[in-house]
């Protein structure tokens, strides 16, 4: 983090020095989101968009809400899966109980419903922290897995427990082939990054990061932590739970308690770490990291003709290695790696 210190004042052309990178930045960005909505659609195959890229952005969301309460608030959870398990499924059982009710509208009310039980099982993190509130939130993950297993009526009597999603349709217009899908997810989740953007800089934001570097100097100068903690919680199981229904109707097509396991809460959690704690744009490029490295481990190994079991655990032996990497050398992740780069290049060829 860069505080600005106090009695520090920017002369004009300061000012206009960092103003041209933030209008670089911020033009860049709209050629970015104009290239996704309009090239990305017409060149990709539908492989390229159902398997790569609306995973990502799900991927993305789901990690954006974990940073929310782990990298700005500063509470550990392992329990994502099961927020993104709550959304998915509170979704599924608004759209089949309730006749007509909008696709748009039951995932937001399963991310409401995901984050009523994030703030449930926040409410030890008033008392725990670190590792204790870890494992607080891993059994999160457990309770969840086994009320959607055990309790017949959240799977519409399944014998299996596997069932089909429905269809999205939304004002007549039905989202069926991959290209419809990942403008509906880039949508979505292009509205919920821009939100969370602009949640950070205010007030709650700020008083996320206070409670996070200190709780007890931000209750002094007047913070409730109780509401800090507990409104971290409900954001970013929303995000999570949102993030639950699109992996479950936009990607899946069914809504099954195993997609949402132990792995994909670490997975998720690796994404944060490698692109970067406390940062929106290290969300996307961890999840992208995460969603990319498997395929080019697979290419890889098929080149070189590996064994099919050094083929197997090269992924996770990668992930390992990349964690310990990153949280030694470089613990902002791919988002700090970015920013440098950025800097050199605005600077390149005269650094002085």
């Known amino acids: 983090m860069f505080y600005r210190e106090a009695g520090q004042f920017k002369t004009s052309y300061e ?13 860049a960005l709209l050629m970015l989101m104009a290239a996704a909505i309009v090239v990305v659609p017409l060149a990709a195959s539908p492989y390229v968009l159902s398997a790569i890229l609306i995973p990502f952005l799900i991927f993305s969301l789901a990690a954006l809400g974990l940073n929310i309460l782990t990298g700005y608030a500063g ?64 059994a999160t993950q457990f309770f969840v897995v086994w009320c959607l297993t055990k309790i017949p009526y959240l799977t519409n009597y399944s014998a299996s427990g596997v069932i089909t999603a429905q269809p999205i349709v939304i004002l ?26 602009n949640m950070i800089r205010s007030n709650v934001g700020r008083s996320w990061m206070a409670v996070r570097d200190m709780d007890v100097a931000a209750e002094v100068i007047g913070f409730r932590l109780m509401r800090t903690k507990l409104l971290a919680f409900a954001v970013s199981s929303f995000y999570c739970g949102v993030a639950g229904a699109l992996y479950a109707y936009a990607y899946l097509g069914t809504v099954e308690p195993e997609a949402y396991n132990l792995d994909l809460s670490f997975r998720i959690l690796f994404m944060i770490i490698i692109g970067g704690v406390g940062s929106v744009l290290g969300s996307f490029l961890g999840a992208a990291f995460i969603v990319l490295l498997p395929v080019l481990l697979n290419v890889i190994a098929h080149s070189l003709a590996l064994p099919t079991n050094v083929a197997s655990n090269l992924e996770l032996m990668v992930f390992g290695a990349l964690i310990i990497f990153f949280l030694i050398v470089e613990p ?12 050199k290049l605005r600077l390149w060829p005269f650094p002085h």
């Open 332 to 343: 902002h992740g791919l988002a700090r790696l970015w920013q440098i780069g950025k800097e």
């Open 75 to 138: 509470q550990l959870s392992l329990g994502t899966a099961a927020f993104m398990a709550v959304g998915a499924f509170a979704s599924y059982n608004f759209i089949l109980r309730i006749p007509g009710l909008p696709v748009l509208l039951a995932f937001v009310l399963g991310g409401l419903s995901a984050a009523l039980v994030g703030i449930a099982f926040g409410l030890p993190s008033l008392r725990i922290r670190g590792f204790y509130l870890a494992a607080a939130t891993l």
């Open 15 to 27: 000012a206009d020095g960092q103003i041209f990178p933030i209008l670089q930045d911020r033009i």
């Open 172 to 197: 007549g217009y039905a989202f069926d082939s991959p290209g419809r899908k990942y403008l509906l997810v880039l949508g979505v989740v292009a509205l919920m990054a821009l939100l969370a953007k």
